[in-house]
């Protein structure tokens, strides 16, 4: 089981950055990104595979970036230009799906999970 823990969560006006890192006690060949806004379902924001290919939620392309930072053992999030509709708990996965299947898996899937950090966006 790979321990995860998210940080970098925060409050900002729309149009504003943030960085989300998850400290992880080791990378799987699938790891990703997720979010949950209330009363919605959980949903995909970004996964990477182990040959460090990124497939990203039409809502976010081109906004926000996945990374990995092998030295610190950690996943991070870059994101810019943020919504309001951005607001959501996020949350960092991992998984040990190949490569073909770790873009189109259900986050129901993902066998290893953080706790969350809160974004909040306003207007």
């Known amino acids: 089981q790979v321990q995860l823990v998210e940080s970098g969560g925060g409050s900002v006006q729309a149009g504003g950055s943030l960085r989300l890192s998850c400290a992880a006690s080791?990378?799987?060949?699938?790891m990703g990104w997720f979010r949950q806004a209330p009363r919605k379902e959980r949903e995909r924001v970004a996964t990477?595979?182990?040959?460090?290919?990124?497939v990203y939620a039409d809502s976010v392309k081109g906004r926000f970036t996945i990374s990995k930072d092998r030295a610190k053992n950690t996943l991070n999030l870059q994101m810019d230009s943020l919504k309001p509709e951005d607001t959501a708990m996020y949350y960092c996965?991992?998984?040990?799906?190949?490569?073909?299947?770790?873009?189109?898996?259900?986050?129901?899937?993902?066998?290893?999970w953080g706790q969350g950090t809160q974004v909040t966006v306003s207007s």
């Open positions: 996965a991992a998984d040990r799906s190949s490569a073909w299947v770790c873009h189109v898996r259900s986050w129901t899937s993902f066998t290893d």
């Open positions: 080791g990378f799987t060949s699938c």
């Open positions: 990477m595979d182990s040959f460090g290919s990124t």
